[in-house]
Nanobody, 121 residues
Framework: QVQLVESGGGLVQPGGSLRLSCASS????????MGWYRQAPGKLRELVAA???????KYADSVRDRFTISKDNAKNTVYLQMNSLKPEDTAVYYC???????????????WGQGTQVTVSS
């Protein structure tokens, strides 16, 4: 079973940046899609960004033009570059191993442990 490990979270001021990483125990990113989700207290987990095996991407409207998902197949790592962070971006961020059909990402039950992102002055 593939293991996913997130890192890079922390406390940042509004307007700041963070880069999250999700490392996989296996060489899967060339054949599997990956997604970043987040869950704020009292809210449902939501898809933030996803990337297909071929590199196509999609974003939630709330983060479009601020966040960028990318991957390095050789390093078995997916990244989420987060710029212009807002307090409402505060959440636990999770990476997910899923599938891509058409222009849509479909998540699965394979999750990392999550990394906390807090945006506050």
């Amino acid at each position: 079973q593939v293991q996913l490990v997130e890192s890079g979270g922390g406390l940042v001021q509004p307007g700041g940046s963070l880069r999250l990483s999700c490392a996989s125990s296996g060489s899967i990113f060339s054949i599997k899609a990956m997604g970043w989700y987040r869950q704020a207290p009292g809210k449902l987990r939501e898809l933030v960004a996803a990337i297909s095996p071929g590199g196509s991407t999609k974003y939630a409207d709330s983060v479009r033009d601020r966040f960028t998902i990318s991957k390095d197949n050789a390093k078995n790592t997916v990244y989420l570059q987060m710029n212009s962070l807002k307090p409402e971006d505060t959440a636990v961020y999770y990476c997910n191993l899923g599938s891509w059909r058409g222009t849509n990402y479909y998540g699965s039950g394979s999750w990392g442990q999550g990394t906390q992102v807090t945006v506050s002055s």
